[in-house]
């Protein structure tokens, strides 16, 4: 029996299809997260402070959608952690740019930091990767976007 899908849900939590993408559907989310932000950083003329707090939004409406959405996914689809949730990347990407201003290398490094931080789950992102549905599926990005905006921001300020 084919189980019924959350329309809403799975668009948001796969991010339009993203999830679906092979290798790597992690790295697919976070380019496809780091897309969408290069776009309106480009095309809404944000100054510096502006960008950095539309960002800070934006990736909070992202997790307080993406738990209830991927809670959801993990109900409809009978897997505790979908690989093909990739939300939570999109999320944790945006908090990483946070702090990455209108420098191309502060992108890229923002891109790397988050992915190397999402892989390696360093405390307390791998407890909250042992938490069960979706509040765990999206905080140990929340973290990871964290350390790496922590990063980023120093780089900024230094390099």
């Known amino acids: 029996m084919k189980r019924q899908r959350t329309a809403?849900?799975?668009?948001?939590?796969?991010?339009f299809g993203t999830?679906?993408?092979?290798?790597?559907p992690g790295t697919w989310?976070?380019?496809?997260g780091l897309v969408l932000w290069l776009a309106v950083a480009h095309w809404a003329h944000f100054s510096r402070g502006q960008l950095a707090?539309?960002?800070?939004?934006?990736?909070?409406?992202?997790?307080?959608?993406?738990?209830?959405a991927s809670s959801i996914i993990v109900r409809e689809s009978g897997t505790e952690d979908p690989g093909f949730v990739v939300l939570d990347e999109v999320a944790g990407q945006w908090i990483a740019l946070i702090g990455a201003t209108t420098r191309p290398w502060l992108w890229l490094l923002a891109f790397l930091l988050f992915r190397v931080?999402?892989?390696l789950k360093p405390p307390p992102a791998r407890q909250f990767d042992r938490m069960h549905g979706g509040f765990g599926i999206m905080m140990d990005d929340v973290a990871a976007g964290s350390y790496a905006l922590a990063l980023v921001w120093i780089a900024s300020r230094w390099l």
């Open 117 to 119: 931080f999402d892989i």
């Open 29 to 32: 989310g976070s380019a496809a």
């Open 53 to 68: 707090l539309a960002t800070a939004v934006a990736a909070l409406i992202v997790v307080l959608v993406g738990i209830p």
């Open 8 to 15: 809403w849900a799975w668009t948001l939590g796969t991010f």
């Open 19 to 24: 999830g679906f993408l092979r290798p790597g």
